[in-house]
């Protein structure tokens, strides 16, 4: 009579663990040492500039701009705002830039999905027409621009002015008309990245062709038209030159115009200038920080994708 022989079960044989590779470190810190060397050479004017509108001027001018302070105070920033009558040229930079970047984004939206979801012949020259328009140098039309502003009329209830010369309406127009052509290029190359998959699905729904626009197509945008608003609107807000040219009026400049206010005939506080400086700086910097996220989300959105 045998004995039962019983067999132990086979366990598998794995590998040892090994510690998982570390990322080569080789230059981290030579990018890192760079890129904080480039972002304080951007910062350190704005820093300075916030520095020095705390002073005041007789201490600026007896110890110089980079002693350590001995009095800090809020004065200059209530005198900037109230000598430079600041409230009325928000107001006017308002007027102009919040219709501007909102007909150009809405208008260039219209273009690049023309030219990159339709499939229109021509579309080609079409973007090629509309990004070459940004290698047109502004001071090449002023003197048309001019003469054609001078000759337009406006009805009494949209300005106060016969033409449309002196008038918040040209220089709207003429940002208008030199911002669409990046909008378009930007825009355009963004819808090709969105699958074409959703409008094969929508159309066989029935969807027309604002249905696919409206609905579809620019929700999907939503970060490259906020990374776009971000841009635009800086541009727009800190223009100067349209607003030299085409408005006469005083009372009608931007903000960037403010500034003079502040400059005196034969002295000029530097400190007074610097706090008036950063006013007129805060909105674009609020701006951004509100659609940080979206901004950043814009400019990043398709790096990853092979």
Request: charge should be positive.
């Amino acid at each position: 009579m045998t004995a039962d022989i019983r067999t132990a079960p086979v366990r598998p044989v794995t590998a040892p663990a090994t510690a998982p590779k570390s990322r080569p470190r080789r230059g981290r810190w030579g990018v890192h040492i760079f890129l904080s060397a480039v972002s304080l050479a951007f910062v350190a004017p704005l820093l300075l500039a916030v520095y020095a509108s705390l002073r005041p001027y007789d201490e600026t001018a007896q110890h110089g701009y980079f002693s350590w302070p001995k009095h800090i105070s809020l004065t200059y920033y209530r005198q900037a705002y109230t000598q430079s009558d600041m409230g009325k040229y928000f107001t006017n930079t308002l007027t102009i830039a919040i219709p501007a970047v909102i007909v150009t984004l809405f208008l260039s939206s219209f273009v690049a999905f023309a030219v990159s979801r339709l499939k229109l012949r021509g579309g080609v020259v079409v973007l090629m027409f509309f990004t070459a328009g940004n290698l047109l140098p502004q001071q090449v039309i002023v003197t048309p621009l001019y003469v054609l502003f001078n000759k337009i009329p406006l009805p009494w209830w949209m300005s106060d002015s016969l033409t449309m010369y002196d008038s918040l309406w040209a220089v709207i127009i003429v940002n208008i008309g030199f911002q669409m052509g990046f909008c378009v290029f930007v825009l355009s190359n963004f819808m090709r990245t969105l699958p074409q998959e959703i409008l094969e699905a929508a159309i066989v729904d029935g969807a027309g062709v604002w249905t696919q626009f409206w609905r579809i197509t620019l929700p999907l945008c939503r970060p490259a038209l906020a990374a776009l608003a971000t841009l635009e609107f800086t541009w727009v807000y800190n223009d100067f030159l349209w607003a030299l040219i085409f408005i006469s009026n005083p009372d009608k400049l931007p903000i960037t115009s403010s500034l003079n206010n502040l400059r005196g005939q034969f002295f000029t506080d530097y400190n007074l200038l610097a706090a008036g400086s950063v006013l007129v700086a805060l909105p674009t910097i609020l701006v951004f920080l509100l659609l940080q996220r979206h901004f950043i989300a814009g400019l990043t959105l398709g790096s990853t994708k092979g």
